[in-house]
């Protein structure tokens, strides 16, 4: 009796289980958007571990709450020394490495400024040229003093903005993270701004669809992938598109161009670079990307005005 | 107990059985990125529609006895307005995920949702 | 026949008439024309206390009127009662004639998948899709539940005992 029932069970439950993948993913969320993590390979546990790497980055580059630990929020309160993580440490570092000196348009600094475009997109508004001046005054006298023993030290009134390389950085973590851990077949997609690749199956290409143009797909592995772009976070003042991303040098909340796509080997570098590009001429984008060993696509009314030579977009 | 009674609860613990896999195969088979719209019109596909890019909007398509609006909104997809008698298919609402045709038999319509298979992730 | 026989069966057709309007006007939450089934209370004590034709030819009468009234005559939802009408009787009578394993709650309950099985067989030939078959898990489970219903309650009108005594009194 009880047999019988069990036997009809067992092809019902192989049924069940065959139609599942062996993929393992969770979507989670973090910097403020939805973080897919798939591993092709793998236990739940890389999972976990996963996420506690991006809770922790989250955590230590939010600038807008209180979160019980010595994060960028706690830094832009004060001027005295501030001893933080060493990943936190390490960004900072990176954020603000004289490398980075030959990029035009990014400056960690902007955080009080993007707060201020912020609130004035929420009322629908444009920032004054005053007030625009009086934080660009303020960022030019501020600064990070990094005094070693993952002590830092802020300068000057202008707070610190890490969004534009958190995810970056969290990515190159996790990338780490499964280095490690031996896993190769994995897509991390940090809210489709920043995706990082392994393999797949048989150590096949990803394919990637770009939002931005109609019908165009990279073929892309083991690389990380960055866009600043201004499809989803716009707003639309006076037949004018104001973006999230802030021009340091004029204030200005309006895109040089509508998107451009970053291929580089390193997550943190290519999230900075989108930013910058964003608002760099094609003749800087030629001379930087050279620089910094990244591929770079521009696009300008929904089509590619810039591509690095050698890489194929394709169009099916 | 009862033997036919016995008999009646034996047929219905195994028909809940089959009916729990049932479900967990329709439910555990469920995509929900990356999703594609499909809609049919007497067997024959009429509109593909890219749910993850697509902005709101409403369009009207002919169906077999009468048109349909169908409309996308927040990456789903339903039928908003319906030239049927039951209207079955405006009661489904919003559909965004795979494993939930919506069906409007009167106009031999329907919108079935397919896990994209052609791309991994989207960037921008 | 006699008159008493004839009002009876008016008597039970006119109810599950009613019954299955009503019903008709409860949407599906899946595939258009599944209905719950609460009709097939009279048919099951048709069955039982009258007879196999008499049940078949009042659920056969009943697809008939509904969809007369419901203005869906030939339509896709009118040839899956019909069909659902057809599967769910040929189960139960030979659960009853045959197969006399289940009480009245087992033949219910079999009647009532007999007959969305039906329905949705129809559905997909008429959609020409195999699509329609993922809501057969909860349209089963909506099936086995009011099958389970409509057992007891035909049972319970049937232990009541109405019909049985009219037929001894007119002795048809």
Redesign the interface.
């Known amino acids: 009796?009880k047999l019988k029932?069990s036997l009809?069970?067992l092809p019902?439950?192989s049924?069940?289980s065959c139609?599942?993948s062996k993929e393992i993913s969770r979507k989670s969320f973090y910097f403020d958007t939805y973080v897919?993590i798939r591993l092709f390979e793998g236990k739940v546990e890389n999972l976990n571990d996963i996420n506690q790497i991006f809770a922790k980055i989250d955590k230590l580059t939010d600038n807008f709450t209180e979160r019980n630990i010595d994060n960028i929020y706690e830094i832009n309160r004060t001027n005295e020394n501030v001893v933080v993580e060493p990943e936190l440490y390490d960004i900072l570092n990176l954020s603000f490495s004289s490398n980075l000196a030959s990029l035009n348009y990014f400056n960690p600094l902007c955080g009080s400024l993007s707060k201020k475009w912020k609130e004035s997109h929420e009322n629908k508004a444009v920032l004054s040229e005053s007030v625009i001046n009086e934080e660009l005054t303020k960022m030019a006298s501020s600064g990070l003093e990094l005094l070693g023993d993952n002590t830092v030290r802020r300068t000057g009134e202008s707070e610190i903005d890490l969004g534009a390389v958190a995810k970056g950085y969290a990515l190159d973590k996790v990338k780490e993270y499964l280095d490690v851990k031996n896993i190769k077949k994995y897509?991390v997609?940090a809210g489709?701004?920043s995706?990082l690749?392994g393999e797949?199956d048989g150590g096949k290409n990803?394919?990637?669809?770009?939002?931005?143009l109609p019908n165009s797909?990279?073929e892309l592995k083991n690389c990380f992938?960055s866009?600043s772009?201004l499809?989803?976070q716009f707003v639309e003042m006076e037949g004018q598109k104001y973006s999230h991303i802030i021009n340091p040098n004029n204030g200005s909340a309006i895109n040089l161009h509508e998107?451009v796509?970053v291929i580089s080997d390193v997550g943190y570098l290519g999230d900075i670079l989108s930013t910058d590009f964003v608002n760099e001429s094609l003749d800087s984008i030629k001379v930087l990307e050279q620089q910094f060993n990244v591929k770079t696509i521009v696009i300008d009314n929904s089509a590619i005005t810039y591509k690095t030579e050698g890489l194929e977009v394709i169009n099916? | 107990m009862?033997?036919?009674?016995r008999?009646?609860l034996?047929?219905?613990?195994?028909?809940?059985?089959?009916?729990?896999?049932?479900?967990?195969?329709?439910l555990?088979?469920r995509k929900k990125?990356n999703l594609v719209a499909k809609i049919?019109v007497?067997?024959q596909l009429v509109e593909e529609i890219d749910l993850k890019?697509e902005p709101d909007h409403d369009f009207v398509i002919q169906g077999a006895k009468g048109k349909l609006t169908i409309s996308i909104k927040d990456h789903s997809i339903g039928v908003k307005e319906a030239d049927c008698?039951?209207?079955?298919?405006v009661?489904?609402g919003y559909v965004s995920e795979t494993?939930?045709?919506i069906?409007?038999?009167?106009n031999?319509v329907?919108i079935?949702i397919e896990g994209n298979s052609?791309?991994?992730?989207?960037?921008? | 026949m006699k008159v008493q026989k004839i009002a009876l069966l008016g008597v039970l057709l006119a109810v599950t008439i009613v019954i299955a309007i009503l019903e008709s006007f409860i949407?599906?939450?899946?595939?258009?024309?599944i209905k719950l089934g609460f009709a097939n209370i009279v048919i099951l004590v048709t069955l039982y206390e009258v007879g196999i034709l008499e049940a078949v030819f009042i659920n056969v009468v009943r697809v008939f009127v509904v969809s007369f009234v419901?203005?869906?005559f030939m339509?896709?939802?009118f040839f899956m009662s019909l069909a659902g009408a057809f599967m769910s009787l040929g189960i139960m009578i030979l659960l009853v004639l045959l197969i006399?394993?289940?009480?009245i709650?087992?033949v219910s309950?079999?009647g009532a998948?007999f007959h969305v099985t039906g329905q949705i067989l129809i559905?997909m030939i008429?959609?020409?899709?195999a699509?329609?078959v993922?809501?057969?898990?909860?349209i089963?489970?909506s099936a086995?539940i009011t099958g389970?219903i409509v057992g007891f309650v035909a049972g319970a009108i049937i232990r009541t005992g109405v019909i049985k005594r009219q037929r001894e009194k007119y002795n048809f």
């Open positions: 009796m029932i009809l069970l019902l439950i049924l069940v139609s599942v897919d897509l997609d489709s701004s995706i690749l797949k990803f394919i990637v669809k770009v939002s931005n797909y990279l992938v866009t772009s499809s989803r998107a796509i099916k | 009862k033997k036919t009674l008999n009646d034996i047929l219905i613990g195994v028909l809940l059985a089959l009916i729990i896999g049932g479900l967990l195969a329709v555990l088979t990125d049919y007497q067997s890019n008698p039951h209207q079955d298919c009661h489904m494993n939930r045709p069906i409007c038999a009167y031999q329907y079935i052609n791309y991994d992730a989207r960037i921008g | 949407p599906s939450f899946t595939i258009p024309g419901r203005g869906t339509s896709m939802g006399k394993k289940f009480s709650i087992g309950v079999l998948l559905a008429y959609m020409g899709s699509y329609v993922f809501y057969l898990p909860i089963a489970l086995v389970v």
